[in-house]
């Protein structure tokens, strides 16, 4: 695929040439509210985005450029389905979006839009991936679907730098201003970043900041300001971003 430079100019790309080494720890995420932490490698974070994609075109029968929106907070499940979307070649759009064809949402705000006329995926967003105990009215429970999809996917049609990601903006846009936006946070290629997600909940920098700068990442929710330093030194974390910037 000829670019004007070596960097990807789409998502999956990104994400294919981030987890070069499949073994390597792309997404660690921790909850200090309630004692979780996770740790995904390249290889378990492409299944779970094959498992999305999958759930998106063989289980809703969505095609490009059906619209996805995802209205949860940061995670690493929002990670994977955000992901997941751009696999499918799925355009994301905000919360507020009209009438998108699948919507992925916390839990306390699912029902909401299932009067929307989507299919509506709810998300506990619980520790140890646990299917959620009551599903919201009009909605199924995302993990317990996604289970149950295949490990691999392949776009029926490649995704091109041209095509939509978002209503703004290209693939080839998106992974130019997340190059741009790393640059910006001091996000190093190969870096180890330790993001507090309270101090940056857009996607844009706790998520395809570090993707296109091929780094890794430890998100940190409701994180304890006590246990920084310590949590910085055994994550061998090279950067922290835990100032809103």
Known sequence: ???????????????????????????????????????????????????????????????????????????????????????????????????????????GRAAGHARSGAEVFALGLAPLAAPLREVPPGTADYLTEVRGQGDFFTPAVPIRPADPATPEASHAQLCRAGAARAAALGIAPGARVLIDVAAYPDPADWLLAPLLAGASTVLCGNLDPTRLAARVATERATTALTHPG
């Open 1 to 107: 695929m000829h670019h004007d430079d070596a960097r990807p100019a789409t998502v999956p790309e990104a994400f294919t040439a981030a987890t070069a080494d499949p073994a390597r720890p792309l997404l660690t995420w921790y909850d200090d509210g309630t004692g979780e932490r996770v740790e995904l490698s390249g290889a378990t974070c492409a299944n779970w985005l094959a498992k999305t994609a999958n759930l998106l075109v063989d289980g809703c029968g969505l095609a490009p450029p059906a619209v996805a929106v995802v209205d949860a907070p940061p995670h690493w499940q929002t990670a994977m389905i955000m992901m997941g979307c751009w696999s499918a070649g799925l355009v994301l759009a905000g919360p507020g979006a009209a009438a998108p064809e699948v919507v992925f949402a916390a839990a």
